[in-house]
């Protein structure tokens, strides 16, 4: 039987799910209803699933669900995820897990004792580039520096804009939060635990997200460096996580370019190597099958609450809260 998803909050994130578990192998998972309070929420699932439900509350989907999964803004996720746990759901979250990090450090807690079943959407969990990094690494030697870097034409993104209203605040906005995230739960797989050492933020007047960051950090005792800001690219965004070992590097570049330097001094692409609008489905296919899983009680490799959390604590860190 397939395990029955509902989705709440259909804004981008939402959305791309949807798409993607519509273009899945319906025996395996199939989403039976939608809840977000906009209008214009309710016209676009009617225009990309004709026929799939938008109930009238939360509850609902979570009573004609299995699995949840919660797409809407930070602030309410860990009241969705509570209330599916609550009814026996599992729960499939949005990073980051909360706007508070104290209720964050509560609801992991709570959660692992219950043994509830919930995972966080950090798609590098189920990238094809992550497996080739990992495969590269083995003749690498040790690792010895990693270098995570981002830069954005404007914050939000072009695609973004229509979330501009929570995306561009200082509260529970910001690229911090929403990009540099998904590298340092990478690090933190490929690595091991994050200590920050040392981290500057800014910001501008007002109540705005961050324009620049920088930090120093180890992972299982490697340093790695951090910078992001607004400004220096005229695309919507540039990006690059590169490993340093004894015997080569490595990096992911735009999200799902898997690079290797080679003796030339330049570095290529893995033969399979994707752009990111191509990739993406094919991350979301594999994070829908670890959902089933998950929903199911089998073993699967998605981000864990504590994982979630072990990032959350260090982007606020570098945040500055």
């Avoid at 009617?46 to 699995?67: H, K, N, Q, T, W």
């Avoid at 898997?258 to 330049?266: F, H, I, N, S, V």
């Avoid at 033969?271 to 670890?290: F, H, I, Y």
């Amino acid at each position: 039987m397939a395990v029955t998803l509902g989705i709440v909050g259909f804004g981008i994130m939402g959305e791309r799910l949807l798409r993607a578990a519509l273009a899945h192998d319906q025996a395996v998972i199939r989403p039976v209803a939608v809840w977000d309070p906009s209008p214009a929420a309710a016209a676009r699932l009617a225009e990309v699933a004709p026929g799939l439900p938008m109930l009238d509350s939360p509850a609902a989907v979570i009573a004609a669900c299995e699995a949840l999964y919660v797409a809407s803004p930070p602030s309410s996720h860990l009241d969705h995820a509570g209330a599916a746990f609550a009814a026996g759901r599992a729960a499939f979250l949005e990073k980051p897990l909360a706007a508070d990090l104290a209720a964050a450090r509560s609801f992991v807690a709570a959660a692992e004792a219950s043994g509830a079943r919930a995972a966080v959407n950090f798609p590098m969990a189920s990238s094809p580039a992550v497996a080739q990094l990992a495969a590269w690494r083995a003749g690498m030697g040790a690792p010895r520096a990693l270098g995570i870097r981002a830069a954005f034409a404007t914050w939000p993104r072009g695609w973004q804009q229509g979330a501009a209203g929570w995306l561009a605040k200082r509260a529970e906005g910001g690229f911090t939060r929403e990009v540099l995230s998904h590298f340092l739960f990478l690090t933190r797989r490929q690595l091991g635990p994050l200590e920050l050492l040392e981290r500057d933020a800014t910001f501008p007047a007002g109540d705005g997200a961050e324009t620049a960051v920088r930090a120093r950090l180890t992972a299982g005792g490697v340093p790695v460096t951090v910078e992001g800001r607004v400004g220096g690219t005229d695309r919507d965004e540039a990006n690059e996580w590169r490993l340093e070992g004894e015997a080569g590097s490595i990096r992911l570049r735009d999200w799902s370019l898997a690079e290797r330097l080679e003796a030339d001094g330049a570095f290529r692409p893995a033969p399979d190597a994707l752009p990111n609008e191509r990739m993406r489905p094919m991350v979301l296919r594999g994070q829908l099958d670890k959902v089933a899983a998950l929903t199911r009680g089998q073993p699967q490799d998605l981000a864990t609450l504590r994982e979630a959390l072990e990032v959350q604590e260090v982007v606020e860190a570098i945040l500055g809260g």
